[in-house]
């Protein structure tokens, strides 16, 4: 069965994907008046479910706004118990290592997942299980924050699958991991 | 008098400009048998002096090749005292604060700068000094190493210029910095 995990994300310039003060707003630093979603929505068809941790399910839940997820979310957590009522055919805790995971989540049949927020992204990293990245350059620097790369185990190389230009002020390139077959 | 400070560099996707041994040798990672040079040369013309740490100075006299720079390089050092004899027409000792340096070499009529080196391309971008970036992408994690940003003590943004694509493989994105004037 071919698999792939992928992340979707926007960084500063710097690397950082939250600032100083955990916040995001720096995001729409480029005006988008045609609400242009720079190629979200076609990701998101190629994806069969998400991947996140608590606290990134918990930042979700916490913007007023309806739950934004056709796709099945598994969210990491040992802490949770149950999700509330109405997510509960859309939103999945699950727990142990990430390979024990995975199994359990592929063997429901789910290939493509994309995988969200800072920290799981770090953990799937550390283990190599990350096959694809769509890097969404936001053209500022921050200075601080929160990093979408931290120290790593190994080298890893990936390949350039392709570089797209959104709104005339925003790079994006999609990198897929090399690996020897 | 229209100035610019500019930097031109490589770096891993995850930021880092030498690796945690302090080796550059992954910047070749994309075979590149037509030598091609990723616009260097076609910067380096719009470049009058080039300005660098004490630090990348000594690392470039270690490499065994000839004095690779045409222009005027200005280093930044407090401890040298001079230069071997075969550069002096081609290296100047500079030192002083950051805004003296640039008064000095701008007085002596080179506008655009090449702002080279981690540690002098940090001091620079901690005073605002730089005024464009060139950043070419190599498709490789490095998990560790020198970074290319560290710490500012505020926002900086930035505006994309244009993105180019090298080799299939290599991607490169040019941005200046949004001044209110």
Redesign the interface.
């Known amino acids: 069965m071919k698999t792939k995990n992928s992340v979707f994300i926007a960084t500063s310039?710097?690397?950082y994907i939250s600032?100083k003060n955990g916040k995001i707003d720096?995001l729409n630093?480029i005006p988008n008046p045609s609400n242009d979603d720079m190629g979200y929505n076609e990701f998101m068809i190629g994806i069969d479910a998400l991947v996140m941790g608590r606290k990134t399910f918990e930042t979700v839940c916490s913007f007023d706004v309806d739950w934004p997820y056709e796709k099945p979310v598994f969210v990491l957590s040992n802490s949770l118990q149950e999700v509330e009522e109405e997510l509960k055919d859309k939103v999945f805790l699950i727990h142990g290592s990430l390979k024990e995971v995975l199994h359990q989540i592929r063997k429901k049949g789910f290939k493509n997942l994309y995988i969200d927020g800072g920290a799981t992204i770090q953990s799937f990293?550390k283990e190599d299980l990350i096959d694809e990245?769509v890097?969404t350059?936001i053209?500022?620097?921050?200075?601080?924050g929160t990093s979408?790369?931290s120290?790593?185990?190994?080298?890893?190389?990936?390949?350039?699958v392709n570089?797209k230009?959104y709104l005339?002020?925003?790079?994006q390139?999609r990198?897929r991991r090399k690996r020897i077959n």
């Open positions: 310039i710097d690397g600032d720096w630093t990293l990245f890097i350059t053209p500022i620097l921050l200075g601080g979408l790369f120290e790593l185990p190994k080298k890893m190389e990936y390949e350039l570089t230009q005339n002020a925003i790079s390139n990198f």
